[in-house]
């Protein structure tokens, strides 16, 4: 209950503390390989911020291509996006930018060959490892994997805040697509076990790496 109760008034901080943020972006000089995170506006947003206990329910990879900004996001399917587009997309324009020091220029551009690898691929509604297609905070993680660097934390679905119908209800309506599950003929509750045996990589995990630093965030918290 405590957790839930701080989750809300996360939630109302976000609409509360509209004159804070900055739609605009007033952003420092961004460099490729930047990781920026949002509050989605989703249908499935509400859940992933109830289960990971965090405003960041999407989030991408900052490309700047001699001065257009572009984020690289796994979306309908992995592809870049304008940074205005992106930003005007999520609530409020809220958005925070995370640095990685170590990232050099030719380091960061191998990160962005190992994300533009992965282009065209498909949204992973189901937030598996085990599947081609690939869901928001997975695309810099595998593109970091590639470079031999781990980055965020890689742990059970079941660890996360899911104990909620908001969780319950988003796994409800997509089961039945999960082949997964199908393919074993499970049903709703042991396809529902299966999920949260899995593991994945959350956003705020990423945000949470020490070796990234905030550069920038209009958040009110």
């Known amino acids: 209950m405590k957790k839930l109760m701080a989750i809300a008034i996360l939630c109302v901080c976000l609409v509360v503390g509209t004159l804070y943020a900055i739609a605009g972006g007033d ?11 949002q509050t989605s ?3 499935q947003s509400s859940a992933i ?28 399917k992995v592809k870049e996006t304008p940074l205005k587009t992106w930003v005007n ?15 050099t220029p030719e380091t960061a551009r191998q990160l962005l060959s190992h994300a533009q690898a992965l282009y065209g691929k498909p949204y992973d509604l189901f937030f598996s490892f085990n599947n081609d297609a690939i869901y928001c905070s997975e695309l810099p993680y595998l593109a970091y994997k590639a470079m031999g660097i781990e980055i965020g934390k890689v742990q059970k679905i079941s660890e996360l805040h899911i104990d909620n119908m908001l969780v319950r209800n988003l796994v409800q309506s997509r089961w039945q697509r999960d082949s997964e599950c199908t393919g074993r003929g499970y049903d709703f509750d042991q396809c529902y076990q299966y999920i949260l045996n899995q593991n994945l990589v959350t956003p705020v995990s990423i945000a949470d790496d020490p070796n990234l630093r905030m550069i920038y965030s209009n958040y009110p918290l």
């Open 27 to 37: 952003y420092p000089p961004l460099k490729d390989g930047d990781l920026i995170f």
């Open 41 to 43: 506006t989703s249908k």
């Open 49 to 76: 911020i109830f289960a990971t206990g965090s405003a960041f329910s999407h989030m991408g990879i900052i490309k700047n291509d001699n001065g257009v900004v572009t984020v690289i996001e796994a979306a309908a």
């Open 89 to 103: 997309r999520g609530l409020l324009g809220r958005v925070a930018i995370y640095r990685d020091p170590r990232l």
